[in-house]
């Protein structure tokens, strides 16, 4: 795939809605903010978040400054948006991180909780990752959470349950990985690329964590924020087609001096 400039990227995230208006109403964004800053442990993604964003107007300032979000507190209903700006300059933070890696043949791990949408952005990043001479962790066998079985699936790491991979915000699955390798005595990634709770818990357990998040899922851009993340990158995390998301992760794996070759 043709490597897109910024100004060809931020047009295509547009157009495609990863970024600018998406989907996701103004009225679904404050209520997560909301449940968050009242201390629902489903929208902190497996961080510890403590006292430090009871103020919803907090999580919203945050949002605005990081996703783009409206910073208007009195707009509650209608269309919402993530700057599309942002999204680019999160990925070339995040193409920075991979390329430290690269260079020194880190290991890295990736787990998804939207694998309708992300599986294939995660993939190809692991792909070019190994072909980097990076080491792709393979995760325990037999590993359960959440009343599912998780293991990998084209090299990323995702939760089954019924024959069917799950859409999950739980910090559970990443726990179970974090926990078998301990058990078997072997040494935790130095970096998790990944999203919901997979990243916010690799994060809350002090590992170098980068991650994708919607603007509803304010918790990893409040774990950006307090650095427990090392990057959150705002964008619409199920969009119409996975294929949209192709031009994003050339754009990455090029920023990042990665091959992209398949």
């Not at 547009?14 to 489903?42: C, E, F, M, Q």
């Not at 919901?196 to 509803?216: I, T």
């Not at 924020?225 to 192709?246: F, I, K, N, W």
């Given at each position: 795939?043709?490597?897109?400039?910024?100004?060809?990227?931020?047009?295509?995230?547009?157009?495609?809605?990863?970024?600018?208006?998406?989907?996701?109403?103004?009225?679904?964004?404050?209520?997560?903010?909301?449940?968050?800053?009242?201390?629902?442990?489903?929208?902190?993604?497996?961080?510890?978040?403590?006292?430090?964003?009871?103020?919803?107007?907090?999580?919203?300032?945050?949002?605005?400054?990081?996703?783009?979000?409206?910073?208007?507190?009195?707009?509650?209903?209608?269309?919402?948006?993530?700057?599309?700006?942002?999204?680019?300059?999160?990925?070339?933070?995040?193409?920075?991180?991979?390329?430290?890696?690269?260079?020194?043949?880190?290991?890295?791990?990736?787990?998804?909780?939207?694998?309708?949408?992300?599986?294939?952005?995660?993939?190809?990043?692991?792909?070019?990752?190994?072909?980097?001479?990076?080491?792709?962790v393979v995760i325990p066998e037999g590993?359960?959470?959440?009343?599912?079985?998780?293991?990998?699936?084209?090299?990323?790491?995702?939760?089954?349950?019924?024959?069917?991979?799950?859409?999950?915000?739980?910090?559970?699955?990443?726990?179970?990985?974090?926990?078998?390798?301990?058990?078997?005595?072997?040494?935790?990634?130095?970096?998790?690329?990944?999203?919901?709770?997979?990243?916010?818990?690799?994060?809350?357990?002090?590992?170098?964590?980068?991650?994708?998040?919607?603007?509803?899922?304010?918790?990893?851009?409040?774990?950006?924020?307090?650095?427990?993340?090392?990057?959150?990158?705002?964008?619409?995390?199920?969009?119409?087609?996975?294929?949209?998301?192709?031009?994003?992760?050339?754009?990455?794996?090029?920023?990042?001096?990665?091959?992209?070759?398949?």
């Amino acid at each position: 795939m043709p490597i897109p400039s910024r100004v060809a990227l931020v047009d295509h995230l547009v157009r495609t809605r990863i970024a600018g208006d998406v989907a996701t109403p103004r009225d679904n964004n404050l209520s997560h903010y909301r449940k968050l800053a009242n201390g629902d442990r489903h929208y902190w993604l497996g961080l510890e978040l403590g006292d430090r964003w009871t103020d919803e107007q907090d999580v919203l300032a945050v949002m605005a400054e990081r996703c783009g979000v409206n910073d208007d507190p009195e707009y509650r209903f209608g269309q919402d948006t993530i700057d599309p700006e942002l999204t680019v300059d999160a990925l070339d933070r995040l193409a920075a991180r991979l390329r430290k890696a690269a260079a020194s043949r880190q290991r890295v791990l990736f787990a998804t909780g939207h694998p309708g949408g992300l599986l294939d952005v995660h993939r190809a990043t692991a792909a070019a990752l190994r072909r980097a001479g990076c080491e792709i962790v393979v995760i325990p066998e037999g590993l359960t959470a959440d009343e599912g079985y998780v293991f990998q699936f084209a090299d990323v790491a995702v939760l089954e349950r019924g024959a069917t991979l799950w859409h999950t915000h739980s910090p559970e699955p990443m726990n179970a990985i974090l926990d078998g390798l301990e058990r078997e005595g072997r040494p935790v990634p130095d970096l998790v690329v990944a999203d919901h709770g997979w990243a916010g818990r690799a994060g809350q357990r002090g590992l170098d964590s980068v991650g994708y998040a919607d603007c509803n899922d304010p918790a990893l851009f409040i774990a950006e924020a307090e650095g427990t993340l090392q990057v959150t990158v705002p964008l619409d995390d199920h969009v119409t087609s996975p294929r949209h998301y192709d031009p994003m992760t050339a754009y990455l794996l090029d920023a990042a001096g990665l091959d992209a070759a398949a």
